[in-house]
């Protein structure tokens, strides 16, 4: 059974870095591209980048790129989204999600989320 | 980047009617890369239709997808209770992939 778990809620302060990460398993993990997806509370799902977990090639959406690193560790089967200063705008839950191997467009470059994490929720005070 | 504009954003329907939801993309999608997904309050979400029309493994048949040119269609025929939730479609067909705005299916 696919599974990803995802670490716990977090709450920090505006300007302190933060790594939350995405445990993987049942699979092969480095055969697949990780994406990262951000809800704002009450508001709807927006892609940040994807990684994948083969050889860590990245793609960021241009809302986020500069704003945050995406990075796995092949040898544990972990996934991890990084801040380096937060901001309050920050304030949201991160999914992790797998992005489907069967009909992944690889000159495209994307695809479908077809298991995700259970959301690490994230809030940063000012 | 593709915009997807979904309506109605909230869809008032009663248990065992049918449902239609739209998602209409700002230009054509290549090779008709769409998704839906189900979210549930609380909930991750999780992919209901894959390609437009593909059902994902262990989706009722009362899902279904469509496609006409740059609209989207996603209908459930005979809305359970536990179908109320926030759906939404997803572009994978260009990059960057982009999400609509999401539609909520209420109980009326």
């Known amino acids: 059974e696919v599974q990803l778990v995802q670490s716990g809620a977090e709450m920090k302060k505006s300007g302190e870095s933060l790594k939350i990460s995405c445990q993987a398993s049942?699979?092969?993990?480095?055969?697949?591209?990780i994406g990262w997806v951000r809800q704002v509370p009450g508001k709807g799902l927006e892609w940040m980048g994807s990684?994948?977990?083969?050889?860590?090639?990245?793609k960021y959406s241009p809302s986020f790129e500069g704003q945050v690193t995406i990075s796995v560790d092949k040898a544990v089967s972990i996934a991890y989204l990084q801040w380096s200063s937060l901001k309050a705008s920050d304030t949201a839950r991160y999914y992790c999600?797998?992005?489907?191997?069967?009909?992944?467009?690889?000159?495209?470059?994307?695809?479908?989320?077809?298991?995700w994490g259970q959301g690490t929720l994230v809030t940063v005070s000012s | 980047d593709i915009v997807l504009t979904q309506s109605p954003g909230i869809l008032s329907v009663s248990p065992g009617e049918r449902a239609t939801l739209s998602c209409r993309a700002s230009?054509?999608?290549?090779?008709?890369?769409l998704a839906w997904y189900q979210q549930k309050p609380g909930q991750a979400p999780r992919v209901l239709i894959y390609?437009?029309?593909n059902r994902a493994p262990g989706i009722p048949d009362r899902f279904s997808g469509s496609v006409s040119g740059t609209d989207f269609t996603l209908a459930i025929s005979r809305l359970a209770p536990e179908d109320f939730a926030v759906y939404y479609c997803?572009?994978?067909?260009?990059?960057?992939?982009?999400f609509g705005q999401g539609t909520k299916v209420e109980i009326k």
């Open positions: 990684i994948y977990a083969g050889d860590s090639e990245t």
């Open positions: 230009e054509r999608i290549n090779s008709n890369y």
């Open positions: 049942g699979y092969i993990f480095k055969n697949y591209w």
């Open positions: 390609g437009a029309s």
């Open positions: 999600a797998r992005i489907d191997l069967l009909y992944f467009d690889w000159l495209i470059g994307e695809g479908f989320f077809d298991n």
């Open positions: 997803q572009q994978y067909g260009s990059s960057p992939q982009t």
